[in-house]
């Protein structure tokens, strides 16, 4: 078996007035449905589901879909699905001028030292750490968002060097260094 034998299949259908890519996924037990920043809509199904059943679920969920892609509209998430290589560029140089001072400012408040610093755009993730070797990577579209949600992701990924997951002690770690952690996540989520 290749690689791509288990890419999960992809193909568009239309319902009604929206254009739905259905995901067919092997291991997946239930439907999912996202929309995309730039307003596509995303049906994951399990493995031979029916388009026809996929388009009833479409259909159950149209007034989340529309307030979704609402949502988006002129978000910095629908700026950043249309960012060409130059404006990517320019959120890097932005971001990699203020990350290093402010992992300087919070390593000792949290008691770690990160190791090497890596930036780039994602998808669906603000940032990343290994806690195994420091690492952090940082997502350049922060460049888009107020100055306190980039603070918030750096304590973030050093706090997963003190605590991986986002448990308890996770939490705790937040709570003491950075007291308004959730209101600052919920700005990223806006």
Known sequence: MTWYQNMPAKRLIFVDDFEVWVIEKKHLKNVNIRVQPDGRVEVSVPYAYPDDLAADFVRQKRDWILKAQRRYEGSPMALAAAADTAQVREWRQVVEAFVPALVERWEPVLGVKAGPLAYRKMKSRWGSC???????????????????????????????LVAPGHGPEFQEVMDRALPDWRARRAKLRE
């Open 130 to 160: 290994q806690p195994s070797t420091g690492r952090i990577c940082i997502n350049v579209v922060l460049a888009l968002y107020p100055p306190e949600c980039l603070e918030y992701v750096v304590v973030h990924e050093l706090a997963h």
